[in-house]
């Protein structure tokens, strides 16, 4: 299970070096292939490759066109390489409006990698709505 938060910077190639105690809950089976997957929060998702293939597989049969749209058609499958980096995929990078400054957030079964400054609207936004609930 992934939780915590981390503060990262992509490097010249587009690459993220994945914190060392995330390393192994994303290898698994001893493989380096994982997944990454463009959210409807503004935001990508990291997680191992077997926990995507599960979701695609339930996708395939279940899911909706949009379901299947993020969860299969903006996803890519990278490595782990030996240094701990990932390579994020520029359109994936673009779609999530990600520069450089990123913020790493463990939510559980996955990582959501934000652009520093989306992260700090999307949590503007998200107080103003819970304050309105609230009150």
Not at 19 to 30: A, G, I, Q, S, T
Not at 66 to 73: E, K, L, S, V
């Amino acid at each position: 299970m992934f939780s915590g938060i981390s503060s990262l910077s992509l490097d010249a190639k587009g690459r993220m070096t994945v914190p060392v105690r995330y390393r192994e809950h994303l290898k698994v089976e001893n493989s380096n292939l994982l997944a990454l997957v463009e959210s409807n929060y503004g935001c990508l998702l990291l997680m191992s490759h077997s926990e995507w293939r599960k979701k695609v597989d339930w996708m395939t049969k279940s899911g909706s066109d949009d379901d299947r749209r993020f969860w299969i058609g903006l996803s890519d499958t990278p490595e782990l390489d030996r240094s701990g980096r990932v390579l994020i995929n520029s359109v994936l990078r673009q779609g999530a409006l990600i520069k450089r400054e990123i913020i790493l957030l463990g939510v559980g079964l996955y990582l959501e990698i934000w652009d520093f400054n989306r992260l700090e609207e999307h949590k503007k936004i998200t107080r103003q709505r819970l304050e309105r609930i609230e009150r």
